[in-house]
């Protein structure tokens, strides 16, 4: 069979370009920068490899400059959905049963094309369209996106590669690694191109068919990746990119009776919604669904006494002030002993100043405007409240601007109470609220482990190991990605498996092996070369 292998090769992590001054990629990536902003281009839908133009259209625009137009995009209603599941299930019938080299081929070549001339196209788009500096861009849409085609590409022959321990003398015991029957329902989030990039893709390597739906705010850097897929050889139908309004794009994908899986990152209301909807559903379908997703955040910084006060300050601001903010691993909550607090403060406050934000296109900014106006909206509503509020003081930030675009300062909120709202609900902004903390280190472990529904990341510093023994088992299932003496975020590729439980996700582990063995349904298949001839057993002799 054609799924079987003898060794599985290695992948390695892509290397990421600095930008420093003079160097050729910071002088490309501007170029790129400046002609892609200069053009307002037209997205279509894309079912079948074909390009529709709906008329039913939105646009996006640079969120640091929200009256500059970077593209106008078509959206989906019933019946280019129903197309799109048509097609999905013609192309499953050659995809499915591809031979997995070509398979592999293709997303190898996906891997090349980013590395190469789609480099600075997607880390333009990403920058532009979701508003992230070039560090983080190259972080995300260039090194991570790649990382996942060629660490995918290894976990798949992995896969393949298990098989049954034994086969009798005489008999052959194998196991085929199928695709889902159905199409996959990929919906992506906005602050992340390689997940939108990965949440489609890794169900289609291992063979399955797949219906995107990409954030409103990320329509324009999806478009650039589905131009990539195209060139690759991807065939047409296996990725179809439907975007659209979630409120209708949702239910109607969710009615047909192809759902095999649905592969999600975004809020948790909305994950608990479709999952909901496939209970109510579930009598319809041809199969079970797969449903794996990754949800919300509350993540946490607990400092011991112990813990060294750069690497406390650093981990802090970097974990709670990149990207604004806006990743679902960024630090939102901090314990601080009260023994290191008025030292902290000072040198903490002293470099959030410091603290630029502006224009992607200006790389002296650190950070960049949020999304769109209603996170602005969200996120400044909290900053109030704080502002309003006798338990909490604003140390530093705490203003905000949306004139030009959705600009809101690294706000630091203290507060003398470990369940004040800031502290318990998920912002995804630059607002992180510290706790200083009197209580004993055993105590405050419980306090940080029972305060979040969510459990995604977390992080302990301390250089006292004892404390980081108790640190480990009290906040087991208190992060699904857990560091110590470091920030909560930056998982990377092959290295730390992304995922959280709780009400964080299923913990499918984006990037590990664990996650792809969710988009394969096993067959397994005895092949008796001695088949018994006669139907009487043994036992049955008499003496």
């Known amino acids: 069979m054609s799924d079987k292998i003898a060794m599985v090769p290695s992948a390695v992590n892509e290397p990421i370009l600095n930008y420093t001054p003079g160097a050729p990629e910071r002088a490309e990536l501007i170029a790129t920068l400046n002609r892609m902003k200069s053009e307002v281009i037209e997205i279509p839908v894309i079912i079948n490899g074909k390009e529709l133009f709906t008329g039913n259209t939105s646009t996006n625009v640079m969120p640091h400059d929200h009256k500059h137009v970077l593209a106008k995009y078509h959206m989906v209603g019933p019946d280019e959905i129903a197309q799109a599941i048509e097609a999905s ?95 996959v329902f990929a919906v992506t989030p906005f602050n992340f191109t390689s997940i939108a990039g990965n949440l489609p893709t890794a169900p289609a390597l291992m063979g399955n068919v797949a219906l995107w739906k990409p954030a409103s705010s990320s329509v324009y850097s999806g478009y650039f990746l ?35 899986g649905i592969h999600f990152t975004g809020s948790t209301a909305v994950f608990q919604s479709m999952w909901k909807t496939v209970g109510n559903n579930i009598a319809k379908y041809k199969t079970y669904p797969r449903i794996v997703g990754e949800t919300g955040g509350k993540d946490f910084i607990v400092a011991h006494e112990s813990a060294k006060m750069e690497v406390l300050r650093t981990a802090i601001i970097r974990g709670s002030f990149e990207y604004q903010g806006q990743k679902c691993s960024a630090a939102s909550r901090i314990y601080v002993p009260r023994v290191l607090w008025a030292e902290l403060k000072e040198s903490y406050v002293a470099e959030v100043v410091k603290i630029k934000l502006g224009d992607v296109a200006d790389f002296g900014n650190f950070m960049n405007a949020v ?54 609900e998920e912002i995804f902004g630059p607002v992180v609220t510290i706790y200083v903390y009197d209580e004993s280190w055993e105590d405050i472990l419980d306090v940080v482990d029972g305060t979040s529904p969510y459990a995604l990341t977390g992080a ?70 001695l088949p018994p001839t006669e139907f009487p057993y043994p036992f049955m002799d008499k003496e």
């Open 371 to 424: 999304i769109d106006a209603s996170a602005f909206a969200d996120i400044t509503a909290y900053i109030d409240y704080a502002r309003n509020h006798a338990d909490a003081e604003i140390i530093t930030g705490g203003n905000y601007d949306d004139s030009v675009g959705y600009f809101i300062e690294p706000t630091t909120i203290v507060t003398t109470n470990p369940h004040f709202k800031t502290m318990e």
């Open 226 to 260: 589905m131009k990539m897929f195209k060139e690759a050889g991807l065939p047409d139908g296996v990725i179809n990119f439907i975007p659209g309004k979630g409120s209708v794009v949702g239910p109607t994908v969710m009615e047909s009776e192809h759902l095999a």
């Open 89 to 183: 299930q013609e192309t499953w019938q050659t995809w499915s049963v591809m031979p997995w080299e070509s398979r592999v081929a293709i997303f190898k070549r996906m891997a090349i094309l980013l590395a190469g001339p789609y480099r600075h196209i997607l880390n333009a788009a990403t920058m532009l369209g979701q508003s992230k500096n070039a560090f983080q861009a190259e972080i995300d849409s260039a090194c991570e996106l790649i990382d996942f085609f060629n660490f995918n590409a290894a976990y798949l022959q992995e896969i393949y590669a298990q098989q049954p321990l034994y086969s009798p003398a005489g008999m052959w015991n194998q196991v085929e690694h199928r695709a889902l029957e159905g199409f």
């Open 460 to 529: 302990v510093l301390s250089n006292d190991r004892g404390a980081t023994e108790l640190a480990i088992t009290k906040l087991r299932h208190s992060a699904g990605n857990f560091y110590i003496n470091d920030k909560p975020t930056g998982a990377v590729v092959g290295q730390q498996p992304f995922g959280g439980s709780r009400a964080s996700g299923t913990n499918d582990k984006a990037g590990s092996i664990s996650n792809l063995t969710r988009w394969v349904s096993q067959r397994t298949i005895k092949e008796n070369f």
